[in-house]
């Protein structure tokens, strides 16, 4: 990895995370972007669980799709998913603290694969996500 592209991975975590309200509303703190990977935690509230007392899968598919989002547009071109899955694996309770690790499996043309792992405080994995994405070309992710 050059100098140039962290400083773009830097600009683009900074850009997009100033109008990432749903990233915010939630709590989410962005821990690390290079080019290709990114890793945001965020922290379980009393208002993200469900009617089992656990956190609502939504959430955590939220916090993985956060992660792929400032991964895939890294390289400062407009990025946007075309699809994803996710595997909850186990719960998340109140008050863990879950990391999602987002890293480029490939990138080719406009798409691109992303392989993201969520897990708690104790490394323990919550959920795998796997994100498809599709690149604008010509349109950067954030300008300035």
């Known amino acids: ?50 009617g089992h007392d656990i956190c609502h899968g939504g959430l955590i598919a939220t916090l993985a799709d956060s992660a792929f989002a400032f991964a895939c547009n890294s390289y400062n071109e407009l990025t946007v998913a075309s699809g994803f899955s996710i595997d909850l694996l186990a719960p998340g309770r109140l008050g863990d603290v879950v990391t999602a690790r987002c890293f480029e499996v490939s990138k080719a043309g406009r798409t691109g694969v992303y392989d993201t792992e969520v897990t708690n405080q104790r490394g323990e994995r919550i959920a795998m996500f796997r994100g498809r994405s599709y690149t604008v070309k010509g349109k950067p992710a954030v300008t300035g």
């Open 1 to 50: 990895m050059t100098d140039a592209a962290q400083r773009t991975a830097d600009r683009v975590r900074e850009g997009m995370f100033r109008n990432d309200r749903a990233s915010k509303l939630l709590g989410m703190q962005i821990h690390e972007v290079k080019p290709g990977s990114a890793t945001l935690r965020m922290t379980i509230r009393d208002d993200m669980l469900n």
